[in-house]
């Protein structure tokens, strides 16, 4: 049994081993698309890992059917200090050491990689936002003593009260841990980051490729915090038609001392700049076409470009997905062999209707 | 402390009647009602929960204004709950205890009208929030032209026939107004309390959510800032003197014999034409519009005047957008990933059909104008009626049900005397309610732990704590907990008022203690420290208004009212929600 996967490894097919976020990043690398490296611990690891005796533990505190929130809290408190106390065994401590060996190696960056950790849910419905959304993500990493705490943090984070009453929720027992898996990735330094869409999301029109992006990270662009800067281009002859530079106000960045990623002002210099040039517009989107003629359907595809590096070497991809808002449009393709996996943890949208039957009028099943 | 010992039962039993006044018993009207037309409480009624009304109607209905309640909290809110298929409730129904109103809802408990109901929901639901501008706009322009059309009518220069089907005009206009009014508001709070309820799962506080959604300009913001700047030009014009000091009736003569004050009163003219199309209370029929009697606009004017600083509106203003985008951004750097991306899209869905919003905008276009049209009609009619001696006086019209009016007039003239011998008793009645207004208990029937309805939670503040106050009594009570509803601490000496007629008792400074407020009551929150209310939810009208004018507001006290005496010192705490009494000496 590998207990530590390489990205390089990994396909669509171990989505129930290490959740799908690093199962699609695994199909991205395998299919030669540049993405930012790393490896997983899959979800085997942390029932393998932990003793006899701290199971009995958790079989013990979990015996009871169901807790009220003062004594579910309690629980998940001695839950989750059990699992952080515990020593990692000798085993998985040197698979991940090697595993970090290895990817300070292939990215050449050797000491001076930095990473992050990041757990990875296999939930029943392939990474439920509201389970997914309650574990941890640690960035900024270097050092594989830190690695190994985190990965640790991150397995007792599946023992939140929160995790564990949507377990509860789920009818799946407490103790059941088949269910989360740590991710390990490059970070990269990001000078700009965004989406291409493959046909104009607004209008449906598949002339056209629309992308959006900001400077820093993703986020600000994917969580509609900023007006990004916008470019449309002509599919037929790749030539730019529109570009519009964003009231780009904020940016994700990485925070050395919070140790993630925070949404702060925008240095004054950037803000009326547009954050790619136009050969890196139409490299976006050439490739992004290729993504889409690979999966038959519209897509839209995050990226992000690293600081100091020249195209093409610059360019990450980071995941892609169906564009869903213009069904009819998939006409046009071959239909995908399978359907795609669903998104990772980020993209459950918020539907009102949906949430006011479920959480506010509590309307059984809905 | 035993909730389970108290009382759960305030006995409708002093209430009960078999007329809703002298000489009427409840009928079905010409309308198909779901549950039941607006009657008195009878002896079965102590087996639900009541809820005293002083939220919309303070002072009691007259006969007229019954047909009128029951377009609106009756039929209205059924028809609502039907079309819309709001899954826990099929709206609402009323008792009157007197001529006062309470308001009980209808709850759904089986599971399959619930799953029945939740699919028609998300069918008419969904696509309504998709395209909210272009649907209220439709919504907004029927009820407009509406009013175009009613509020134009020469009704003074219309035959007897005309004069007739232009009433009868009016009473269809304002049931389908109120129609509108709940198909839109079930709609709209849904949308809210879905953003509600995410913000509470991502870890923020669902009470901030209202906040996020204030600001907005609406049509009764509009009017404050007219009214600003009346005051600005009467200091200008240096007619002060009697919008400060003379009495209602006399201010308009004072006014116009000083040398601008004609000048200033055509200004005051002009803002009543575009803006004085309004009443002080919902359906209420016997209510003067501010064009009839501006003097709640005047007395408003005069609040801005007696400020004590140099408050300004606009800067007022600007601070509270200031402080909602800081809340909304510092809401943002608290989550992030997923959480963050599904709080912008609430955030957007709800700013593009915003409750807190319409909340106070529908007001101008139903609420307090939707009855206008049946008042100017029955007037006229009136006036002909008392001019040929077979009423009194015109208003005496107020004083018949509608099946009765409609009844007399198509066909059935010689019931006249009968009728109107009835109108003295019933006048009679009307002002031995009127003042037993403030004594009538918060809740009637029996007292649930909670309501499933989400709307009452929200909009009429019956939480579980709420409910359990009431259970427990307010005797005693030194400190007050409630719902946080606008932040800020601040000490003071306590202003209890229980009707808007008395609000021109409040003196700048005082904290207002009272059952609940409305539009009428903004202008004191000018002049006010802080505002302690009895009922309401994140959503009344006194937790949106505190927070515009950045005062600490404490609602859904249950007992405010009750505890507090005026002159007692109170210290009110509008982010944890509490206000603690220190009886002023005896």
Known sequence: MTSVLDLGEIRITDTPRVGPKMARLGQLASAGW?????????????????SAATRAELARLFGGKQHDPATLQRLSERAQALILEEELPGWLEDAVRLAHERLRQRTGLGPGLRVAVRSSAVGEDGGSASFAGQFSTYLGISEVADVLHHIRKCWASGYTPHALEYRRQIGKSPLHSHDLAVGVLQLVDVRSAGVV???????????????????????????????PDHWEVDRASGQIITRRVGAKQEWSVFEPAAGRVVLSPLPAGLAGQPCLDDDEVRYLCEKAAEIERHEGVPQDVEWAIARDRSLPGSVFFLQHRPETTWPAAAGEGEPPEAAPAPPAAAAKPFDPVQYALRNVFKVPGA | MAAQDKPRIF???????????????PAFGSQPFVAGPVRPFGKADNARYWLRDSLHFSEGMVPASIATLDDAQTWGAQLGAE???????????????????????????TDWQIQSRAARFGAYVGPVLQNFDSYWAMRAGELQSAYDYLDNLDLASMDPGQLWAALKDAYAFHRRAWFIHFEVMYVLTANYLAFYALAEEIGLEGSMVS??????????????????????????????????????ADMKAQIEALPHGRTWWNDFAGFLSAYGQRTEETCRVDTPSWIEDPSPALYSIGTFLSKPTGFDFHAARQQAIAERDEQIEAARRAINGSDLQRFNEALASNLAANFAWWNEEHNYLIDRRAAIPVRRASLELGRRLAADGTIDQPDDLFFLFKPELFAVMEGGDERWPELAAKIPDRRAFFEHWKHRGPELPTMLGTIPDTVPDPIMIEVFGLSGHFLQTLKDGAEGATELRGFPAAKGVVEGTARVITTVADISQVQPGDILVCGGTTTEWTPVFGIIKACVCDTGGSLTHAAIVSREYGIPCVVGTAKATQAIKTGDRVRVDGRAGTVQVFPASP
């Open chain 2, 211 to 248: 906040a996020f959604l204030s600001g907005q300009q609406t049509f009764y913001s509009k009017t404050d800032e007219e009214l600003w700047r009346l005051a600005g030009r009467a200091r200008e014009l240096d007619v002060t003197g009697p919008l400060l000091h003379a009495a209602p």
């Open chain 2, 11 to 25: 006995p409708v039993d002093d209430f009960v009647r078999e007329e809703l006044y002298p000489g009427y018993k």
């Open chain 2, 83 to 109: 079309i819309v298929g709001v899954p826990p409730t099929r709206g609402s129904v009323n008792r009157l205890a007197g001529t006062h109103v309470y308001i009980g809802t209808i709850d759904v408990d």
């Open chain 1, 34 to 50: 540049p993405v930012p490296d790393g490896y997983a611990v899959p979800v085997e690891a942390l029932d393998g890992w932990l």
């Open chain 1, 197 to 227: 869409f493959t046909l104009d999301p607004v209008t449906g029109d598949r002339s056209r490729l629309v992308v959006e992006a900001n400077w820093g990270f993703g986020e600000s662009v994917v969580s509609g915090h900023v007006t």
